[in-house]
């Protein structure tokens, strides 16, 4: 569980919790995977586009990769709010800033 402790500074400490930060690990690691496919879709697909006769498999490629880019949002809403179960009510909480 996490503990919120608001300082006279107006900084705030969170302790996570070991589901939590499991679950924080797991979200970070399919967005990666997901991050290393898109490199490799476009990349695949632009040495395709040199050659005339791969044009069109490059092309798939490069709707693959953009399909993995919109999917990058998904995932990062998912983790929000996969998190916010832990703490409902609680504004920010989810919020994806490390990837």
């Keep these: 569980m996490t503990q919120h402790v ?7 400490t969170v302790h996570l919790g070991r589901e939590e930060l ?12 997901n991050d290393i496919l898109i490199g490799l879709w476009f990349l695949v697909g632009s040495f395709f586009f040199l050659n005339t006769s791969l044009v069109e498999a490059g092309t798939w490629l490069f709707i693959l990769g953009s399909i ?10 998912a983790r929000r709010v996969h998190l916010n179960r832990f703490h409902p009510g609680t504004p920010g909480v989810g919020a994806s800033h490390d990837f």
Excluded at 68 to 77: G, T
């Design 6 to 12: 608001q300082t006279h500074d107006n900084t705030v």
């Design 22 to 33: 499991v679950i924080r690990q797991r979200y970070e690691t399919i967005g990666i995977i």
């Design 68 to 77: 993995e880019m919109l999917i990058r949002p998904v995932i990062r809403f």
